[in-house]
């Protein structure tokens, strides 16, 4: 662990060092001092593309420091910021140096407290960036307000490509939003929406923004108390969809009826590689219309029917 003394040191090298692209500082403590240092080498290197600096114990100041290294910084491509408190004030200066920066192209900010202001802010953000590919938000409060203000920006952004919002408490409504962004986005490949209370209506709106979407490749539903009908929903938009390659249900209660409507969906659809869908309660029938389905679909490689008591 390098704390401190160690992140000065490392912030003094890299000031003169002209050959180094890749540096992870994960869980090494820098703490204040550290962190200062590194943000004003920041300010100076131009070779470092790849820097993460998650679990780190940074404050206000630090984070502050960073925000406006990442505003003058004109080399950096990748940059790991999870689990450090940003919180409401610190989280939007962060996401406002994104408005500025013109070379980030992913960027993690998972554990790091953001609230729905923050996702206001990030949206906005997002709005405006045009390099951002991809963004790790997952384990956050963005809530209700955050989701929408997001996929209000998914509509307006057409450069990200993956997005991870899992944990994040967005509710139905948010669910909705998203649905509808999906149906006008044309770049986006990846979205993880695992555990974020979805719901019934939620689930039916981006079943059926799935039948109409032909950029998304990877999908995570998990955990987001959907049912029956919600699987029947999502069967019916896997027989009109030709780009999902991976899908993951689990976690739900999408049950016997719901499995036998997937498996019938599993018949027809040509591009799904891999479907997840442990702990589900699809019992003996669905087990058995699952696994005749497999004789019969020419892609599925991955299937988990884990914990669905069909013996």
């Not at 802010?121 to 409060?141: F, G, P, R, V």
Request: charged share 20%; net charge neutral; with cysteine.
């Amino acid at each position: 662990m390098l704390e401190s003394d160690g992140g000065e040191a490392l912030a003094n090298a890299l000031c003169k060092n002209s050959t180094l692209t890749t540096l992870n500082l994960n869980r090494n403590w820098i703490g204040s001092k550290g962190g200062k240092a590194l943000a004003d080498a920041l300010c100076k290197n131009s070779t470092l593309t790849f820097l993460d600096l998650s679990w780190n114990k940074f404050g206000p100041e630090e984070n502050n420091a960073l925000a406006n290294a990442l505003c003058k910084n004109t080399t950096l491509t990748s940059l790991g910021f999870g689990n450090n408190e940003l919180g409401s004030k610190e989280g939007k200066v962060i996401v406002g140096a994104l408005c500025k920066h013109s070379t980030l192209t992913s960027l993690n900010l998972e554990f790091t407290n953001l609230g729905s202001e923050e996702g206001k802010a990030l949206a906005d953000a997002l709005c405006k960036n045009s390099t951002l590919k991809n963004l790790i938000l997952k384990h956050n409060n963005l809530g209700s307000e955050g989701g929408k203000s997001l996929a209000d920006a998914l509509c307006k952004n057409f450069r990200l490509k993956d997005l991870n919002l899992k944990n994040n408490n967005l509710g139905s409504e948010a669910g909705k939003a998203l649905a509808d962004a999906l149906c006008k986005n044309s770049t986006l490949t990846s979205l993880n929406l695992d555990s974020n209370c979805l719901g019934p209506e939620g689930g039916q709106a981006l079943a059926n923004a799935l039948g109409r979407n032909f950029t998304l490749t990877f999908l995570d539903l998990s955990d987001n108390e959907l049912g029956s009908e919600e699987g029947k929903a999502l069967a019916g938009a896997l027989c009109k969809n030709f780009t999902l390659k991976d899908l993951n249900l689990s976690y739900n209660n999408i049950g016997s009826k719901g499995g036998i409507t997937l498996a019938d969906a599993l018949c027809k659809n040509a591009t799904l590689t891999s479907l997840n869908l442990e702990c589900n309660n699809l019992g003996p029938e669905g087990g058995k219309a699952l696994a005749n389905a497999l004789y019969k679909s020419s892609t599925l490689k991955d299937l988990n029917l884990k914990h669905n008591n069909i013996d």
